[in-house]
């Protein structure tokens, strides 16, 4: 179980200002039982976007996002409104998130932060992976997670080090910083390597203490659910 929290709205709208349409995407999955990215939280950004002035060209939500053959056959039935759109808001964990990007060719927003695996690393058919800082930062990376794709999990552009496109700490594994650069590279959006992104609220790794019901609830289930 991934559980993800909705960014603050004033977050997500500053991600949206080059954008004038959108397609709204929702996670049935974690996200759904997280309160972050179900029908109800799909209609609600909707709503939003409508009141304040975008035009959304179509939502789904999509049993798992994190599962890359699933979508691309769903978003199938809706590639115009897709198509239509400039980018798309993603409302899913951050795996869910890094998986739609690899599948179409526009930006997709995080409308979420990924907290927590609720105690339990489970497998999700992707091979994106989240360490769940808190804070998602796919909106500057061009939807590749610089915490996972960069082995020195640099939240700032590369180090230096890499030679021929590859890692200097693994021959062999592509320089995840080059990657965020080729994609950014690809949906036009190098703009956002001018973004300085603050060192990371350790804090927000995990649960806060004042965890509401819903979250103490999953524990209970996965406590349960591992007995
Ligand atoms: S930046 Fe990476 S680790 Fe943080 S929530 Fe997003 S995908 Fe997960
Ligand atoms: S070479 Fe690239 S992936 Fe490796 S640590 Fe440096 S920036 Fe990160």
């Known amino acids: 179980m991934i559980y993800s929290e909705q960014k603050p709205w004033e977050e997500i709208e500053s991600y949206l200002q080059k954008d004038e349409k959108l397609f709204v995407l929702g996670c049935g999955g974690c996200a759904a039982a997280s309160g972050s990215g179900g029908e109800?939280?799909?209609?609600?950004?909707s709503y939003k976007l409508d009141e304040a002035g975008w035009e959304v060209t179509g939502s789904r939500?999509?049993?798992?996002?994190?599962?890359?053959?699933l979508v691309g056959?769903?978003?199938?039935?809706?590639?115009?409104?897709?198509?239509?759109?400039?980018?798309?808001?993603g409302a899913g964990c951050g795996i869910g998130v890094q998986a739609v990007g690899k599948l179409v060719d526009k930006q997709?927003?995080?409308?979420?932060?990924?907290v927590s695996m609720g105690h339990?690393?489970?497998a999700w058919p992707s091979e994106e992976t989240c360490e769940r800082c808190g804070e998602?930062?796919?909106?500057?990376?061009?939807?590749l997670c610089p915490l996972t794709v960069c082995t020195k999990g640099l939240l700032n552009g590369a180090c230096g080090g890499s030679h021929d496109g590859e890692c200097e700490v693994e021959p062999g594994r592509p320089c995840g910083w080059e990657l965020i650069y080729d994609r950014l590279k690809e949906i036009d959006r190098l703009d956002l390597l001018t973004t300085y992104n603050d060192p990371k609220a350790r804090e927000k790794y995990?649960?806060?203490?004042e965890m509401d019901q819903r979250k103490s609830l999953f524990w209970a289930i996965e406590a349960e659910q591992g007995e």
């Open 40 to 45: 109800e939280q799909v209609k609600d950004l």
């Open 61 to 69: 939500v999509i049993e798992f996002l994190c599962n890359k053959g």
């Open 73 to 89: 056959m769903r978003l199938a039935r809706v590639s115009n409104q897709i198509e239509e759109a400039d980018s798309i808001l």
């Open 108 to 114: 997709v927003h995080p409308a979420n932060d990924t």
């Open 120 to 122: 339990f690393h489970g």
């Open 136 to 143: 998602c930062l796919l909106e500057y990376t061009g939807g």
């Open 206 to 209: 995990q649960f806060a203490p």
